[in-house]
């Protein structure tokens, strides 16, 4: 599908360092400001959940359903993407990423269901990220080091929820708390270093917020926190909610939006 084309950054074997570690407690509070009283004791709680719909040129062609959960030991958050009925050429594939509670990657596993059987697996290991891939379970893994930090986002092709974690994670170092609300100084960028496991590339991509904004969103208009999300491959336009919930994102070069059912 097209739009997979658009969040391929292909870079050399080994890429940058990046420039912090976040706090996913940080994450947690942000969300907890905006959302309904959460039980601080409980030992596993869902943070978001629920499905995106994947349309080009009008037209919807997939469907990503999501899980974000945490617990005492970070959070936990699983995808999966399927391509509907009208498409002609089907694909179905799932993730998941699992983060510890300073927010650093502890391990991210990604299978193709369909067609093929694929399938990745990228742990830290010391001062780098290794990834393990094969073309089916049963063929022989190879293996591919970056030089990376256990602090880099994963940004994989087809799964929209990591963009979510992203612009939490920049909520969480670009933006202040004041009077119980979140203040975001606009058309500051920040930047994070990411890794596509999906393309074995890693890339540099910046976060910026350019304001509230009013968006049509299933016919009905919302008033939407606006970030843009900007890299060498292209823009994409994020739109989330007062509870900083991911609610649409835009990519203009590929004619493509992605909307929260």
Same mark, same amino acid.
């Given at each position: 599908?097209?739009?997979?084309? +658009?969040?391929?950054?292909?870079?050399?074997?080994?890429?940058?360092?990046?420039? &912090?570690?976040?706090?996913?407690? &940080?994450?947690?509070?942000?969300?907890?400001?905006?959302?309904?009283?959460?039980?601080?004791?409980?030992?596993?709680?869902?943070?978001?959940?629920? *499905?995106?719909?994947?349309?080009?040129?009008? +037209?919807?062609?997939?469907?990503?359903?999501?899980?974000?959960?945490?617990?005492?030991?970070? *959070?936990?958050?699983?995808?999966?993407?399927?391509?509907?009925?009208?498409?002609?050429?089907?694909?179905?594939?799932?993730?998941?990423?699992?983060?510890?509670?300073?927010?650093?990657?502890?391990?991210?596993?990604?299978?193709?269901?369909?067609?093929?059987?694929?399938?990745?697996?990228?742990?830290?290991?010391?001062?780098?990220?290794?990834?393990?891939?094969?073309?089916?379970?049963?063929?022989?893994?190879?293996?591919?080091?970056?030089?990376?930090?256990?602090?880099?986002?994963?940004?994989?092709?087809?799964?929209?929820?990591?963009?979510?974690?992203?612009?939490?994670?920049?909520?969480?170092?670009?933006?202040?708390?004041?009077?119980?609300?979140?203040?975001?100084?606009?058309?500051?960028?920040?930047?994070?270093?990411?890794?596509?496991? +999906?393309?074995?590339?890693?890339?540099?991509?910046?976060?910026?917020?350019? &304001?509230?904004?009013?968006?049509?969103? +299933?016919?009905?208009?919302?008033?939407?926190?606006?970030?843009?999300?900007?890299?060498?491959?292209?823009?994409?336009?994020?739109?989330?909610?007062?509870?900083?919930?991911?609610?649409?994102?835009?990519?203009?070069?590929?004619?493509?939006?992605?909307?929260?059912?």
């Amino acid at each position: 599908m097209q739009f997979r084309n +658009h969040l391929t950054g292909r870079r050399g074997r080994f890429g940058f360092r990046s420039t &912090g570690v976040f706090s996913l407690m &940080g994450i947690v509070a942000v969300l907890a400001l905006f959302s309904a009283a959460k039980d601080k004791d409980s030992a596993d709680k869902g943070v978001d959940s629920g *499905s995106f719909g994947v349309f080009q040129n009008g +037209h919807r062609v997939a469907t990503e359903t999501f899980s974000i959960r945490q617990n005492a030991g970070g *959070s936990v958050a699983t995808s999966q993407f399927k391509t509907d009925d009208n498409v002609q050429e089907k694909a179905e594939q799932s993730s998941e990423l699992q983060l510890t509670e300073k927010g650093e990657l502890r391990r991210y596993e990604w299978k193709e269901l369909i067609p093929g059987k694929a399938e990745a697996v990228v742990v830290p290991n010391e001062d780098f990220l290794m990834e393990r891939y094969g073309d089916n379970p049963q063929a022989k893994q190879r293996e591919q080091p970056f030089l990376l930090p256990a602090s880099t986002s994963i940004l994989d092709d087809y799964f929209f929820i990591q963009r979510e974690i992203l612009a939490w994670k920049y909520l969480a170092t670009g933006c202040r708390q004041q009077n119980g609300q979140i203040q975001c100084p606009d058309k500051q960028r920040v930047q994070f270093g990411t890794l596509n496991p +999906h393309a074995r590339s890693s890339m540099q991509v910046s976060v910026e917020f350019s &304001g509230k904004e009013k968006v049509s969103i +299933h016919g009905t208009e919302r008033e939407l926190n606006r970030l843009t999300l900007q890299s060498e491959a292209g823009v994409w336009e994020m739109w989330l909610d007062d509870q900083f919930k991911l609610v649409k994102i835009l990519v203009r070069d590929d004619n493509t939006e992605v909307v929260r059912d």
